[in-house]
Structures are given as structure tokens and as C-alpha cells.
């Protein structure tokens, strides 16, 4: 059974930076892809970021240039690099992994930005 733990997060100011971290129970390199998705309250979940087995990444507007996504194969980890943070960023960042039509989230960690 896969399980992704999602650590960090927590409140920011605007224009502050956060990271927030995935582990893996498995080889990430197991997945097709890695990634990043948000809600934020009474809004659809969106993609904020992936990074597949090849290392190719993938930003949302609204995050280029701000956030960044990278990980650590040793450490079964990828992470999310989050600066510049605007109030909008606030929501629930979930981790998602995926391989062929499996997909596997973790919990969600909390991202607040006000002032």
C-alpha cells in the first residue's frame, strides 16, 4: 500500500516563503508522476505542480516563478518550494503520485498567507 506523508506548511506572511515535503513508502521513481494539488475553500482542487520519473516539471500559473517543485530519490521525498506568497495561495496542499491509472494522495497539509 502506498503512502504519501505530507510535513511543513503552516501560516505565512504575504510575500513569505514555506516548504512543504512528501515522503513516499516506495521508490518515487516507482511513479509516473509526482505532484502537488490544492483547495482552497469553495474553490475546485487544482494542480499547483508535478515532476515525472524524468524530471520534467510543470507549474500552474499562478505559482511560475514562485514556487518550485524538486525531490530527493534517497530520501523518497519531493517537495514544494513556496515563495512570494500571495493570500490567494491559501488551502490545502495534497500530495499525489501517480503510476499507469493508479493514483494515491496523502493527507493534506495547511498552507494560511495573511497579514
Known amino acids: 500500500q502506498v503512502q504519501l506523508v505530507e510535513s511543513g506548511g503552516g501560516l505565512s506572511w504575504p510575500g513569505g516563503s514555506l516548504s512543504i515535503s512528501c515522503t513516499s513508502n516506495?521508490?518515487?521513481?516507482?511513479?509516473?508522476?509526482m505532484g502537488w494539488y490544492r483547495r482552497a475553500p469553495g474553490k475546485e482542487r487544482e494542480l499547483v505542480a508535478d515532476?515525472?520519473?524524468?524530471?520534467?516539471?510543470n507549474y500552474a500559473e499562478s505559482v511560475r516563478g514562485r514556487f518550485t517543485i524538486d525531490r530527493d530519490g534517497p530520501k523518497k521525498t519531493i517537495y514544494l518550494r513556496m515563495n512570494s506568497l500571495k493570500p490567494e495561495d491559501t488551502a490545502m496542499y495534497y500530495c499525489?503520485?501517480?503510476?499507469?491509472?493508479?493514483?494515491?494522495w496523502g493527507q493534506g497539509t495547511q498552507v494560511t498567507v495573511q497579514g
Open positions: 499525489n503520485a501517480r503510476v499507469l491509472s493508479r493514483s494515491y
Open positions: 516506495e521508490n518515487i521513481f516507482f511513479f509516473n508522476t
Open positions: 515532476i515525472n520519473v524524468g524530471g520534467v516539471t
